[in-house]
């Protein structure tokens, strides 16, 4: 059974980068599926930041777009997702998922979430 | 793009239905059987209970369903139990933008 779990710093400054790591065991990521992350906080809800496959798909969404990068590193089977200059607006729990690659557009798995906030 | 429209709460009395709606416009929930739905208990992460408008993943009881007309996606829980209390999400496709997008929530209370 595929688990994931996110970690990174609960702390950023702001202007700064946001980094987090997802460590995926029970699946290889290089087999297949898109690899993703979401957020959610109390102002914005839930949040679809984007996804990316070992084939070198990726999709944002169009709101963060310029801010976000996914990456997928397939010799460690993990996944990162970085945010650049990060404002108060992005505290929030980010959570690291699975969705399917045919076209299946939903959040298979979910990683059990890290909450970030962004503070000087 | 615009959150999908959910209503803030619904609640329903043990063994009673409820039903839950996500309002999207044609460029998501209208264009393409791609709706999901996510029950979030506190403190907890979500977990998909219904994706492609009625389907339902292995092991999510019959008791949920889903449907949709148009421009608006539908979530069923018959049956209602406490344990079903919780946070409701419906997300769509959007066509457009190549992305997903999530409803504001709905908050059921079994009384």
């Known amino acids: 059974q595929v688990q994931l779990q996110e970690s990174g710093p609960g702390l950023v400054k702001p202007a700064e980068t946001l980094s987090l790591t997802c460590a995926v065991s029970g699946y290889s990521i290089s087999s297949g599926y898109y690899w993703g992350w979401l957020r959610q906080s109390p102002v914005k809800g839930l949040e679809w930041i984007g996804i990316m496959s070992q084939s070198g798909y990726a999709y944002y969404n169009p709101s963060l777009k310029s801010r976000v990068t996914i990456s997928l590193d397939t010799s460690k089977n993990q996944f990162s997702l970085k945010v650049n200059s990060v404002t108060d607006t992005d505290t929030a729990v980010y959570y690291c998922?699975?969705?399917?690659?045919?076209?299946?557009?939903?959040?298979?798995?979910w990683g059990q979430g890290i909450l970030v906030s962004v503070s000087s | 793009q615009s959150a999908l429209t959910q209503p803030a709460s619904v609640s329903g009395s043990p063994g009673q239905s409820i039903t839950i709606s996500c309002t999207g416009t044609?460029?998501?929930?209208?264009?393409?059987?791609?709706v999901s739905w996510y029950q979030q208990h506190p403190g907890k992460a979500p977990k998909v209970i219904i994706y492609?408008?009625?389907k339902r993943p292995s092991g999510v009881s019959n008791r949920f369903s889903g449907s949709k007309s148009g421009n608006t996606a539908s979530l069923t829980i018959s049956g209602l139990q406490a344990e079903d209390e919780g946070d409701y999400y419906c997300?769509?496709?959007?066509?457009?933008?190549?992305?997903?997008?999530f409803g504001g929530g709905t908050k059921l209370t079994v009384l």
């Open positions: 997300s769509s496709y959007v066509h457009s933008t190549t992305s997903l997008l």
């Open positions: 998922a699975r969705q399917p690659a045919n076209g299946e557009w939903y959040l298979q798995e």
């Open positions: 044609s460029n998501d929930v209208g264009s393409y059987n791609r």
């Open positions: 492609e408008v009625s």
